[in-house]
């Protein structure tokens, strides 16, 4: 924290007492001062990211409305340890684009640690989801035309690390939410169906803590990366600086992947309350009583053997006709139904005998499902909360600069918690908006 001597000040509000009390606990030592080479003396890096945190505090969507705040509000500018000089909007766009993203990560665990110490998380409940990040290039505004918009290989100039990602919204009927899409493609016109929006930009990658529904990791990444590629990772490194023994972990539908409930039942010895994907569940199959497949004509198949398929175990089975002379003869060496691949063979199909991870999952129609499943709503509280900080629109454009982007958001989020608890509110740990009033005790 700076010092400064407040009799520079010829008022001290009581709410700048209020955000030293947030920034006394939010330790930026490992971020180090910038020496100078030449020309005039640099800004202090700890007091630039202590301004940006304060510029989410306040929801100020641009650093051009920041370097104005700080001008015209001396008093808070003494407080961020600002002296005399005030930095230009360059400095706090040099600041996000050559900070390292690992440097501000430091800093989140620390908070992360200290709310673990302070009793705000325990890690019963991890729920894991993403948001979306809209790069700011032209290819994202419907109002321009560029030839192959969406074409994947071809990335925009304006923000080269963007790549091409996709969401869905359904039954949208109000004004407001159609002015939020101003910026997206959407594929049908249909207001009351179910849409698919492309972007270009990034995805923020987060683990909350149900209980608390405080982000204990986050990640940013293109936006082509899929969810079920990123949990893995994510738990990983979670486990290298936070050692927690989750009983359950939650996630939707995109992640319904068969190692990624194998990773989180033996790797993290947790339950897995994932929805079934349909997507890849057929619903024709049919078995005998003793697991023998049942082609479409009514027949019986014929086992041919078992192989291995990417880890799986599966028993082959093959058309009876074709491959059984006693059973050839009585239907005249013909398919009755007159299938296609008859004459090339005969059809052929399979049947997973080793354990599936997908299929033994607790069933989604079961009340304990819906009763843990039902936390994951803190996921959509706690993603309200950061996109009040304009974390869905990045100032700038980058993977490095958006990444650090969205970190300060976290950094903010929790450094708002950690100030909750010092002040002996610990219910006030998610007020965000009205923070002040709150801390204040009114």
């Known amino acids: ?38 020309g005039r003396k640099p800004f202090c890096r700890q007091t630039i990211c202590r301004a940006l945190v304060y510029k989410n505090l306040k929801a100020i969507k641009t650093l051009s409305e920041l370097t104005f705040e700080l001008s015209t509000n001396l008093g808070i500018s003494y407080v961020l340890g600002f002296d005399k000089r005030l ?6 766009e040099e600041f996000l684009h050559k900070t390292p993203n690992a440097l501000l990560q430091e800093i989140r665990k620390q908070q992360i640690k200290t709310l673990v110490k302070l009793g705000v998380i325990n890690g019963k409940y991890l729920s894991i989801d993403s948001t979306a990040i809209v790069a700011w290039v032209k290819q994202n505004n419907p109002k321009v035309f560029v030839e192959g918009k969406f074409d994947k290989t071809k990335f925009p100039q304006g ?49 909350f803590d149900s209980l608390s529904e405080l982000p204990i990791f986050e990640n940013t990444l293109p936006a082509n990366v899929f969810d079920c590629k990123v949990i893995i990772p994510s738990f990983k490194e979670l486990k290298k600086y936070l050692r927690l023994k989750p009983q359950g972990v939650i996630a939707d539908a995109a992640y319904d992947a068969e190692y990624v409930r194998k990773y989180i039942r033996r790797s993290l010895k947790a339950k897995d309350f994932i929805p079934i994907n349909p997507r890849s569940r057929k619903q024709d199959i049919k078995l005998t009583p003793h697991n023998t497949r049942v082609c479409i004509a009514g027949f019986e198949m014929y086992p041919w053997g078992k192989f291995k398929d990417r880890g799986r175990i599966r028993r082959k089975f093959v058309c009876p006709i074709t491959h059984s002379k006693s059973i050839a003869r009585k239907h005249d060496y013909r398919c009755p139904v ?51 900080f304009y974390m869905q629109q990045p100032i700038l454009t980058g993977l490095n600069a958006v990444a650090n982007h969205c970190t300060l958001a976290h950094i903010s989020i929790l450094a708002i918690a950690i100030a909750a608890v010092k002040a002996k509110q610990s219910d006030k740990t998610r007020y965000i908006r009205g923070f002040l009033k709150y801390l204040l005790g009114k």
């Open 338 to 388: 007159n299938h296609p691949r008859f004459l090339k063979g005969g059809c052929y199909a399979y049947v997973r005998v080793d354990k599936s991870y997908r299929l033994d999952a607790i069933s989604p129609k079961s009340e304990y499902f819906k009763k843990i499943y039902r936390m994951r709503s803190g996921d959509e509280r706690g993603f309200s909360r950061l996109l009040s």
């Open 87 to 92: 930095p230009s909007r360059h400095r706090f």
């Open 1 to 38: 924290m700076p010092n400064f001597s407040r009799e520079k000040l010829l008022f001290y509000p009581a709410r700048f007492g209020l955000y030293e009390s947030v920034f006394e606990h939010l330790d930026l030592s490992i971020i180090k001062k910038q020496l100078p080479k030449r």
């Open 159 to 207: 923000d080269p690390d963007a790549r091409l990602g996709f969401m869905s919204l359904q039954k949208l009927k109000s004004n407001s939410k159609e002015q939020q899409l101003d910026l997206f493609q959407s594929s049908s016109n249909n207001k009351t169906e179910k849409r698919i929006i492309y972007f270009w930009g990034y995805r923020n990658h987060v683990i």
